[in-house]
């Protein structure tokens, strides 16, 4: 099928591998992702914190760095777990924005043109097609959360010295999963509202409400009923408190001073849902996720 | 399988009397008992046979089941009882691997929003599993092959319904598969475009290198490209047939314009042993059969008190293939 020729003609050379297929799309979708100048200022904005987490962890280290700034390395935060968890849950907010601007067009776009029979008519499943549309998400989070956040972690290793790293080895670990349980949450959630809505904006408006309209009735409850049981729908408070787990800072009570009449006070415990039950809801949010691909990602819709 | 391997497995491509024999290839597709439903519905029911022709229309009214066909065979539907095999495999099994030797023009409006025309085709290409230069190469050929080659490097959003068919036709190319399916690929197509259309299929078709089912309601696309006919009938096979061949058969056709009571007249033509439809009013279609002769039908209309007002002989037309098959229900393979 030489373009010279214009005659039809059968393709005769190699084919790529099946198993890495799917790393076809999120390649296309980098270049329109990276099209918009916005995105991708947006997306530089995200590496600020991780550069500040960078400084902070060798002025712990630099004295001559500390007496021309004239800080005590006291009044310093601390390199420890809450150090890392406080970047994680940062660089996962940083997440959420990108997954908001980049994740609803990726499956509406093409239900909306009636794209799907032409991925699927090839030798390409629906998991691929989901795993590929996934990829897009999970490959630019990867490298504004877990990443770095180990480099940096194998930096601060560097500096303190290996009885710090092999002490410390289980932050590493935290971090991964924290960031990994941030990244699959709102790569499936994206994906999900965009397979269900086709319109991008609505479902970038979608994706924003779930996350903060869930999270304000949580906190109202919270209010009205003096517990923290309402946490069990915020998905913000849910991944924080499981990145707590994680860390190791997790505390379940915690006391609010209540006042009565302007005179009188008192202070009631209030109790944070159990890391399982955050767990479980994150896990039951995921499946819902994952059957609501399985039930929108099809070729045709068949009308019964 | 690899394409490549599967690609040398083919006859002499360019035998033009292998062509016109269909029955040198093995059966391109092989239907065994495929019935599909869709909440309890019947939507194909036991299609059984074998289809060999090089290009092979697929007709039928609004509803018989074509584009399904088409959908089960690429494991869009699972069956709901028996299966079918393509090129030998399995379409519940061997799917993945079946698909890697079809191409696909589906019937709606299908593209990827703002791309242009060749990293579409190229992504396609891709997903079928070139590699990323060759994908390149065989996007640029295919576009140019379809005619779209000064317009590769536009947006498809900006493209015409026509050049979004050719669009189409080009992603369903570009992996040279060995079968290749059009759903309805005439659909809003002016005439110019239409003409192009029928023309690149009867190119492919005379390559040698592809089979080509056509999905159509439109008789004359699937006349002009064609060279077998599958007609459906409420999800049931209501003909298959080879057309020149049955054209060849039907050459003692009669078309009748009478006047007076036309169904004691056409069951009498029936009770002759000749082959009949009635297409009109007034019109009456007649195949003679054997040693039958015009003067036997003159006969009959005399006893019947029939006036004929006009005879005269005419080739089977796929038209009239369709009207019979229609009429009659189930013809078999």
Redesign the interface.
Known sequence: ???YE???????????P?WN?FL?IPR?AFR?VFKSKLFTAFFVICFIPLLVEAILIYLHHNANALAILQVNVRELIPIDATFFQTFVNLQGSFAFFVALLVGPPLVA??L????L?????????RTEYVLGKMSVLLILLSTITWVPQLVLFLFQSYLEGARWFIDNLWIAAAIFIGSVIWILLLALLSQAISALVKWRVIASAALLGLFFIPSIFGEVINQLFYTRWGNIISLGALIKNVTAGLFGTFVRSSGQMVGFDGRMAREIIMNEPPLWASWFVLFLVCAACLALLSWKV???E??? | M???ET?QEQPTPRDSAGLRDPSNFAPVIDLNALSVQ??G?PILQSLQGELRGRAIGLLGPNGAGKTTLI?TL?G??SPTSGTAHIFGQDITTDA??I??L???M?E???????MSAV?FVR??G??????PE?ALE?A???L??VGL?EARYRSLDTYSLGMKQLAKLA?A?V????LIFLDEPTNGLDPPARQRMIRLIR??RD?G??HIVVSSHLLRDVEECCEEILILKDGRIAVYCNLEEERKANRKFLLLETRGDLEPFAAAVGALGCEYAVTGAARIKVVLQGEIEVRDIYRIAAEQNMQIRRLSYKRDSLEDIFLKAMENGHGSL
């Not at chain 2, 992996?175 to 060995?178: E, K, Q, W, Y």
């Open positions: 099928m030489a373009v214009h005659t039809y003609k059968p393709y005769l050379g190699k084919l790529t099946e297929r076809v296309h329109d776009r093409d909306r043109n009636n794209a029979p032409l991925y699927l008519c090839r030798p390409f499943s099809k070729a045709y068949v009308v019964r | 690899a394409l490549a690609i869709f909440g519905r959908h690429l869009f539907h993945k691997n698909r890697s079809v191409g696909y589906p709606r409006d299908s593209y990827i929003a703002k990293r992504l396609m891709e997903l079928s599993g070139l590699p060759a065989r640029h050929e295919a140019f092959y080659g992603q190319l992996h040279g598969p060995r190119e492919i390559s290198k592809a």
